[in-house]
């Protein structure tokens, strides 16, 4: 189905704002960087190493993520996440992501994305719909 091979990486960066904290994912009660705000960083950074890398009408669907949020961040302070490519089995590619602000790591994951049919998979969503 492809022909991806471990060893792609790429990198994103976020700036934390009022909109990315835990107080206001309701995921805690601190003005710190969320998790779930982290998890998305992570997800995209694995998504931006895959770019251009897979035939026309082929995507990657998240379908596990274990992650490890190590350390706070506050608001106004940048986070990085560095996505490197460790293993393809399949259809299932498998992500290790390390995430670090300006002071530290402040959290790691093993990411799994799964390469879908985009058109094939939009069906199936939509057959859920009745």
Same mark, same amino acid.
């Given at each position: ?18 909109? /990315? ?67 393809? /089995?399949?259809?299932?590619?498998? *992500? ?24 094939? *998979? ?9």
């Amino acid at each position: 189905m492809t022909n991806l091979t471990p060893g792609l990486q790429a990198e994103a960066e976020t700036t934390v704002t009022a909109a /990315d904290t835990a107080e206001r994912w309701a995921s805690g009660s601190v003005p710190v960087y969320s998790t779930p705000a982290l998890v998305g960083l992570m997800e995209r950074t694995a998504v931006l190493a895959l770019a251009g890398q897979l035939p026309a009408g082929q995507t990657t669907v998240g379908s596990r993520i274990d992650v490890r949020h190590l350390a706070a961040t506050p608001v106004g302070m940048r986070v990085r996440a560095v996505a490197q490519l460790v293993a393809v /089995d399949g259809r299932k590619l498998v *992500f290790r992501i390390e995430a670090f602000d300006a002071v530290e790591k402040v959290g790691e994951a093993t990411h799994e994305r799964a390469v879908v049919v985009q058109e094939q *998979f939009l069906q199936r969503v939509q057959q859920k719909r009745g």
